[in-house]
């Protein structure tokens, strides 16, 4: 039996992407239109807990047996896919596009244009929560949440301070979280300064070159923060999505790099900062106005997009410039806009 959708969303890369589109779909369902999401390359416990905020007939298992009269598809995902649809529009955030529309604003602005409606929020509406006893013990009204990780294919996006800003904040009043893999450090190694003066960015760009060096004990480590795993403060891997929802919804401040964790804090409608370096703030930034992006703005960034020629890569870092544009951003600064915020 065929299933027939209004509208049909793939995308894929990462939670954070995932919470980018789902905006789009909010506002369909709340248009009374039949929407479905098929989210490629995204973890299944994530998958299973929007299953139960959504419903299986929006969080989609499989495109078989499904037509769709639009079909709304994200540069990120690439897999080939057979599925019936009348009109088909494509949305590829990148450094011009990026000037104008962040990724959850681009999508937003297709499904208006389709279904002009008047509803609009800054906060996902369907995500659920649960305030379980785990979660009242911490009294997360009065901590600052702080998430330190990144997945460790994307360790280049680690703030290396937040030991320091643990100390400024006192560690009574701190939350750490994340999952298995945030402070996972095989691939958060750069170049020293020697290396990079001595030869071009052609070399640095090859991962062969990085592990070479890695394995002669030539490169310097960067934001290793394994320890905080063991500290009473931290929890990782700790919580269910609907206790990390809820801790969120009710935590005094957040700070964290970006990342899906962040992404879901201003998704439902933490207050606080999201600290960028290579990635891009146009891109990325939380729909939530009450989620302040912070960066430092060098000539280099973003080298998400290969700005100036260098690049963000996956596996290995190969900036010249030591990741400056996040090992210059001083605790002082994070701690002002706290207090302002």
Request: proline content about 3%; some cysteine.
């Amino acid at each position: 039996m065929i299933k027939e959708y209004e509208i049909i969303v793939l995308v894929d890369s990462g939670i954070g992407n995932a919470i980018e589109a789902l905006y789009a779909v909010e506002y369909c369902l709340e248009n009374n239109k039949k929407v479905g999401i098929f989210l490629n390359n995204i973890s299944q416990s994530f998958q299973n807990y929007l299953s139960e905020c959504y419903g299986n007939e929006v969080i989609l298992n499989s495109l078989d047996k499904i037509k769709t009269n639009v079909l709304l598809h994200s540069f990120t995902y690439h897999d080939d896919f057979q599925l019936d649809y009348k009109y088909y529009f494509y949305i590829q955030p990148d450094f011009n596009s990026s000037k104008y529309k962040s990724e959850t604003e681009q999508y937003l602005e297709i499904v208006r244009a389709l279904y002009p409606s008047d509803f609009k929020s800054e906060v996902l509406v369907w995500l659920k929560e649960d305030f379980s006893d785990k979660v009242r013990a911490l009294q997360v009204e009065s901590k600052y949440v702080l998430y330190p990780g990144s997945t460790f294919p994307n360790a280049y996006k680690r703030w290396p301070h937040f030991k320091e800003l643990i100390s400024k904040l006192n560690e009574k009043n701190v939350l750490v979280l994340g999952g298995n893999d945030d402070l996972n450090t095989n691939y958060s190694y750069i170049y020293p300064k020697y290396i990079t003066k001595i030869f071009p960015q052609i070399v640095l760009d090859s991962i062969y070159f990085w592990r070479f060096l890695k394995k002669a004990h030539l490169l310097l480590p960067f934001s290793h923060n394994e320890h905080l795993k063991t500290e009473k403060y931290a929890f990782f891997n700790t919580f269910s999505w609907h206790e990390l929802v809820a801790i969120f919804k009710s935590c005094k401040q957040f700070v964290g790099n970006d990342g899906g964790l962040s992404q879901l804090a201003g998704a439902v409608g933490a207050s606080g900062i999201v600290l960028f370096g290579a990635t891009s703030v146009e891109k990325n930034k939380a729909f939530n106005s009450k989620m302040k992006p912070v960066n430092l703005n060098y000539a280099c960034q973003p080298c998400q997009f290969s700005k100036v020629g260098i690049l963000a890569k996956k596996f290995y870092i190969n900036c010249p410039y030591q990741i400056k544009c996040l090992a210059d951003l001083k605790v002082e600064k994070i701690t002002a806009i706290l207090n302002q915020l």
